[in-house]
Structures are given as C-alpha cells and as structure tokens.
C-alpha cells in the first residue's frame, strides 16, 4: 500500500514536471517563434537608435552641363551627452571653432537625450579642428551640402534645397528624382540607455539623379546683367525677362528682379524674393496683346494688312465710355494700325472678329490656363467666357485689358508666331540623369497646336517688323537683324477708386528674331518703374541690349553679311597698298607662329595682323571682329585658315525721340513714337 502511494506521488511529480517543462517550451516557442519579429524590435528600440542619413543629391545643370547646383560630402557633428567627461571645459573648447555661444554648446553637452547634433554639415576645416580636440563623446556622420556655384544666377528656376528638401524652382518641382535614397547608420546603448559605441553604418544613401535643364548659362548672365541695369534705373517694384528658343519652346533664360542667393536664401526682407514671377504672377498685357487680335484678325479674314480703319480723330464711345488714342488719327491702315499702337483701330478690328471667335484664339494661344512648365505655383491667368462678358468686353480685351496673363504664358505666344503659328509647350528640364551623368529620361520638344497658318504668321511677322522699323518699337531695334515685336505700356487698377491708375503700370516689349528665322523670342517686362512712362522706352531698349549680345553669342550672321574669301598667304597676289602690322609678330622662340587676339579690331587692323603668318583669311560680315578661329594664342600650322566673324557696332536705337503725349480717359492705351521722318 505505501509503495502504490510513493508510485502515485512520483507519477503526480513526474506529470507536473512534465507540464510545467511543456508548458515552459511552449512559452519559449510562442516568444521565439510567433513574437520573434515583435520582440526584436522592441529591443532594437531599447539597445539601439536609428539615425537617417541624407543622401548626396543630385546636380542640376544647364543646357551645356555647367553646374547651377552642386552637393559635396560633408559631415555632421553629433554628441552622447553621457560620454562627455567634463561639459563646461569641453564647451569652453568646442563653441569658439563651432562659431556658437558657449551657453548653447553647453546645454547640448548636457542635455538628457543620448543623442544630440551639434551642427549640421561641417565645412572640411572647421571639422579637422574638431577632431583634433579628441573628446570622448563627439561623433561625425556623413551628410551633403547643396551648393549654388554662379549664387544668384537663375536663382529663381533652381530654387534652393531646405532641411525636408527642395522648396522652390527645379529643386521642388524634382524633389524625388534629385533626393536620392537616405542610408541609415544604428547607435548602440547599453541597458541603461548610454551610448556605448559610434554609430554603425547600417545602409549607404543613395545618391539622387541629376537634372538637365534648357537654361543657357550665357545667355542667363546677359538677360540678368542688362535686367538688372534697367531694375536698378528706374527703380520699378519687379522686372523680367525671359527668352525662349520658338522651334522648340526651350527656356533659354528666365530672369527676375528682385532675386536671392539660394546659398544664403533666408537672408531676404520676405519670402516674395523668392516668388518667380514669371509664372506666378499674372498682369494685364496692353499693347502687348494686340498681336494676338492681329493674329485672329488675319486668320480668319476679317482684315488685310492693307485695309483702311478709321481712327475717328482718336476716340470712340460705346457703351457710354469714351476710350481715347495717345494721338489723334484719321484713316489707317491695318498695318498701321498695329505699328502705331492705335486703340480705336484695334477696337474696331475686335468688335469685326465678334467674341466668339477672339475667345477662341485666346485660348488657341494658352492663355486662361497653365503652360505645363511643371513649376510649382504656376498661374492660369484669367480669361472669363464669354458668356460672362459685358458690352466693353470686346473692346477693352482688344486693347489688352480685362484678361490677365504670365509673363511665360506670352512670350510662348509670341513664340508660336515666329514659329510659323505652331504653338510649342515652353521646356525647362531636357531629362534627368543617373548617377554616372548618363540619361536617364529625356523630354523631347512638345508641339501643343497650330494656332494660325504659316501663311498668316508670316503676314503678321511682317507687320510685327514694321513696329520696330518704323513705329513704337523702334528702340528695340538690332542693327543688321530684322526685329519682330510689339510694345506695351498698361496701367494698373487703383484699388481705392476702381479704376484705372495714371501711374505708370506694367511696361513691356515681347518680340523675337531674326524675324524670318527667329532664333529666340523674348520678353522684357519693368512693373511700376518710377522714373520711366512707356513700354517703348522703358522695355525696348532692354530688349535691344539682351538681343544683340544674344545673336552675337549665338554666332547668328547678320542680313547684310556677304561671305568673302581673302587669300594674304605668299603666294597671294600682294595689292598696292600693303597692309602693315603696328603690333610684334606673334612668334615663340621655338619659331612656332601663334593666332593673335583680333576681337574688336577693323578688317584693316586684322589683316594687317595677320598678313606676316602667311595664313589665308575667309570673312563672313562687315565690321569689327567678333570672333575668330582659330581662338587667340593658338598654334598656326602651315596652310592654316584663319575665319573671321564680323558684324556692325551697335547702334543706339532710332534716331527720332519718343514724343510724350498725355493719354485721356478710362482704359487708354498707346505707346511714345514719332512721325515718319522726324530727325
């Protein structure tokens, strides 16, 4: 009996063991097994820290790769506050190389969290001064640093990079393709949640793609230095100017006033520096937009160039409001009509073309919606329906009031006519590139429409010439170069009284060229400039000055030119009067024969130059030297050819003054001009 009683209590014995074992290797299972992933976490939390690691991102360049927006690997310095042996003397140490008040060094040395940075992206000296000063407790990590190399240069189309990435221009618009893949680096602690080693990089960032964009760093520095003259003259609130290549609405340049130093862009009195206008910011157009009306007009047959309008003594009433030209005409032509910027004439064109059908062109051209530049903050503009029109609708929109555009929604328009009316989607980024700088996604041209024939274009372009060469837009002008294009000058709404200011507004000149083979198309804007009253004094000079630099850059031939060829080698028919060199034969002392530097010389001071190097001399235009190869200093073997460029000196606009005229009434528009044969 007592030996069935031990066998019991052994059996109860040995099945709660068993029980509490299974039970054991269950519980052991369910956490190892079921809660595994759960669990790690947990104590990744507990024993470790995870730090992001930014990644390099990636270049933004202009049309010919030259950089507007570099990164450079730098990095970070951090600190474990419990690893710092004594906080006052190491704050003492470290806050003059850091550049920061000791006090801020010191609560960062002290302060409760395990990890702390002290200051983001170290310059490489100030970085090598930290590490000698050996301090427990001080740690690096690898980040980026943007860099703007040409500063305020296209400051506005590159945009600048912020602590949670690109905030304006190209560097938001692309954000996710520049960004790259953040890298991840583990900091490990111990049980009481110290820091116990330097973080572990745990997955390498990934660096962004690069961006190549339409800009033309050249031309960019041109529009932005003359832009920047004509800002400062008249001291108006804002300027622009933006030139687009018409064949394929390729941005060559986009530049506006006021700027910034994306390197430095928190130092501005407002974030409106930051604002590009270009796209943002609509205005009514004026004078300008009466090429639009001319281009319906001739499109659709309502007016020839040589038709006759009357000027009614320069005024018309409808709807009870009389609207005034800045002079007094009779009978014009439509050609004259448009050259001379005459209100009533384009009215009456207006009202023969009928809403409808105006209302159809206009937004044929885009406008009353976004070009698709694909840069934030973009504005449609505002062009109603015309259902939502009153009586002096028609009137007032033929005269470019009532309807509000982008300066990037006009010039595009003005594009299309230089472009045989073919309407193209303005281009900004041309592709992205890989790491290695190969393309990666390329973004071809973009027809949008034909908007009028080629025949009509053509027609208009003709008439666009003549409002250079002989009417308001004269101080636009290019010597040697037929110049298309039209001016503005449109007041602006007062707020107080609701109607239109007798300030001076939005002053303006949108036109392209060469005229038979535009190779840009350009827009001048100055908005309230003090000191100036008319679009054509104003605008049209700016456009002069950015334009010629342009085609000269451009190496674009001008009209008059007549390609020439002119031997001087030695066994050249030598003429009777020598031509004689004043400066030192460029010659080594090796006797290697050298290109000397003709820029700026008269072909008789240039062929006097070369004519001791025995080279032969093939001329292209009439002038000064403009450019030559081969380039200055570089070696002439025999038999070379020397090939100069030439073209006239600039000139300084037309010869007759703008005449002042005192504009009358509500909705008056009109540009300063002079009569035929005014000296």
């Not at 140490?93 to 550049?99: D, F, K, M, S």
């Not at 920047?228 to 018409?246: C, F, G, N, Q, S």
């Not at 041309?430 to 908007?451: H, I, K, N, Y």
Request: net charge positive.
């Amino acid at each position: 009996m007592r030996d069935v009683a031990v066998r019991t209590r052994v059996l109860l014995l040995a099945a709660i063991l068993a029980l509490a074992f299974g039970g054991l290797t269950g519980r052991l299972a369910w956490l190892m097994i079921v809660k595994r992933g759960e669990l790690t976490q947990i104590a990744e939390r507990q024993y470790s820290r995870t730090v992001v690691l930014p990644a390099l991102r990636g270049p933004i360049l202009d049309r010919r790769g030259a950089p507007l927006a570099t990164s450079t690997a730098t990095e970070s310095l951090f600190v474990q506050p419990r690893s710092v042996g004594d906080p006052v003397r190491v704050a003492a140490r470290l806050a003059p190389v850091l550049g920061l008040p000791e006090r801020e060094v010191h609560a960062a040395l002290t302060s409760a969290r395990p990890f702390v940075w002290l200051r983001r992206k170290l310059p490489p000296p100030m970085a090598e001064q930290v590490r000698a000063l050996r301090e427990p407790g001080l740690g690096f990590l690898p980040e980026s640093l943007r860099l703007y190399p040409n500063r305020e240069l296209a400051a506005h189309v590159v945009g600048f990079e912020g602590a949670e990435g690109g905030l304006e221009g190209v560097e938001r618009a692309f954000n996710a393709e520049l960004a790259g893949v953040p890298g991840k680096a583990i900091a490990g602690r111990d049980a009481l949640g110290r820091e116990v080693a330097t973080p572990h990089l745990l997955q390498p960032p990934q660096p962004g793609h690069g961006v190549a964009l339409t800009i033309d760093s050249t031309i960019q520095y041109i529009a932005e230095r003359e832009l920047d003259a004509a800002y400062r003259r008249t001291h108006a609130k804002a300027a622009m100017a933006i030139v687009l290549e018409p064949r394929t609405g390729d941005i060559l340049a986009m530049a506006i006033r006021p700027t910034f130093n994306p390197n430095t862009f928190l130092d501005v009195p407002s974030a409106d520096y930051w604002r590009n206008r270009a796209v943002t910011d609509p205005f009514e157009p004026g004078s300008t937009f009466k090429a639009i009306l001319a281009a319906a007009a001739l499109e659709e047959g309502v007016v020839k160039p040589d038709d006759r309008i009357n000027g009614e003594n320069g005024a018309i009433t409808l709807a009870g409001t009389t609207i005034h030209d800045w002079k007094k005409y009779g009978w014009l032509t439509f050609a004259e009509v448009l050259q001379n910027s005459s209100n009533v004439g384009s009215i009456k064109v207006g009202l023969a073309l009928g809403r409808e059908r105006y209302h159809r062109y206009m937004k044929a051209f885009g406008f009353g919606t976004t070009t698709g530049v694909g840069l934030a903050g973009e504005s449609r503009g505002m062009l109603r329906d015309p259902q939502r029109w009153s009586l002096l609708s028609l009137p007032t929109m033929s005269i470019g009031q009532e309807i509000s555009v982008t300066a990037l929604q006009l010039v595009a328009a003005f594009g299309a006519i230089a472009n045989d009316g073919a309407l193209m989607q303005p281009r900004l980024v041309r592709s992205t590139l890989d790491a290695d700088g190969r393309e990666a996604r390329r973004f071809e041209p973009r027809a949008v429409r034909q908007v009028i024939s080629p025949e009509t274009a053509r027609t208009l372009t003709g008439l666009l010439v003549r409002v250079v060469e002989s009417g308001t837009g004269h101080f636009a002008a290019i010597p040697g170069y037929a110049v298309g294009g039209k001016t503005g000058t449109a007041q602006k709404l007062d707020p107080a009284t609701g109607r239109y200011s007798r300030a001076p507004g939005v002053l303006s000149f949108v036109g392209f060229a060469p005229a038979d083979d535009a190779r840009f198309a350009m827009l001048v804007l100055l908005d309230e400039p003090k000191n100036e009253k008319w679009g054509s004094e104003a605008a049209a000079p700016v456009f002069n000055a950015i334009g010629r630099e342009i085609l000269r850059y451009l190496e674009v031939a001008p009209r008059d030119a007549q390609p020439l060829q002119i031997v001087t080698g030695p066994e050249a028919v030598v003429p009777r009067v020598r031509l004689v060199s004043t400066a030192p034969e460029p010659v080594d002392a090796d006797g290697t024969k050298r290109m000397p530097d003709l820029t700026g010389k008269t072909l008789r001071q240039a062929l006097g130059a070369l004519e001791p190097l025995g080279v032969e001399v093939r001329l292209a235009g009439q002038g000064r030297i403009v450019r030559q190869i081969p380039a200055a200093g570089e070696a002439l073997e025999p038999g070379a050819v020397a090939r100069l460029t030439l073209t006239p000196a600039a000139g300084g606009g037309s010869p007759c003054e703008p005449r002042r005229v005192e504009r009358r009434g509500e909705g008056a528009r009109g540009e300063a001009s002079c009569d035929r044969g005014e000296r």
